[in-house]
């Protein structure tokens, strides 16, 4: 069996020496999240992914049955990591009970005390993480692929969908995502103008301002779009984690992504 915490050397020896030339992300943070987690998952095992020769922590479980084909990639909000407590944790240790694998994947961070603007750039490191995830998918015969961001996540994850004709995703799930108007690479609702996959745009009842009061922006972009198939959800009591609403999110969530992805499963029993 391999020794992971020299696995986890090795992974990150690689990070330090690739950080002053392809990212800007901290890959110092990126290593101490990995050492924290990495030994203490419950669910699901690590995995080595690499964006453009980089290498990144995922976190991947799968369905519980067995591969069913159908997959989702979690992307975490601003500062955590692949297995934070809020959000991402119950949808991917709970989402395989219900016959999706997940993939958990680490998103570009930043410390602690930077400002949102300075997280513009990392939003051009973001297409090399979710395509590396999206491959190693595929390599385990994984048809049906949902995006799924959580706050600065779901941002990311827009952006990405919204500047490629072709992405390997089959649909997107964002949870809190505001509108930022700082950068237009980081407004979501310039993104949503040019997605025309499947959305579900969650946010709750007592979310953020930036994300209840910017929620009529995104459906009209959603609109101005032409997308067909943009749905907008409200959870009552929900705050920006869904801390005590957790059975709610995996719920709605799976309900959307089984009544959208899983009708050739129902012909077929």
Known sequence: MKNIHNYMYCIFFSLIFWSGITTASD??????????????????????????GTPFLGVFAEASAGSTGRAVILAHGIGAHPD????IHPLRSRLPDHGWSTLSIQ???????APLSDYAPLFDE???????????????????????????????????????SQT??????AVGMGVIDLDDK???????????????????????????????????AARKGGNPDYQQVEIEG????FVGVEDTLVRRIYGWLKTRFETERSDET
């Open 27 to 52: 890959l110092e943070k990126e290593k101490r999240w990995s050492e924290q987690i990495v030994d203490s998952l419950l669910v699901g095992e690590s995995v080595e992914l690499k964006a453009g």
């Open 107 to 113: 998103m570009p961070i930043l410390a602690n005390d």
């Open 168 to 173: 390997g995703i089959n649909g997107f799930i």
């Open 126 to 164: 973001v297409a090399p993480r979710i395509e590396a995830a999206i491959d190693h998918l595929r390599q385990q015969g994984n048809q049906t692929i949902v995006l799924i961001g959580h706050s600065l996540g779901a941002s990311m994850a827009a952006t990405y969908l919204g500047g490629k």
């Open 238 to 241: 929900a705050n920006h984690f």
């Open 186 to 220: 980081m407004n979501s609702a310039l993104a949503l103008e040019k997605i025309d996959l499947p959305v579900l745009d969650m946010f709750g009842s007592r979310d953020l301002d930036s994300v209840r009061d910017t929620a009529r922006r995104r459906a009209v």
């Open 84 to 87: 934070w407590p809020e959000v």
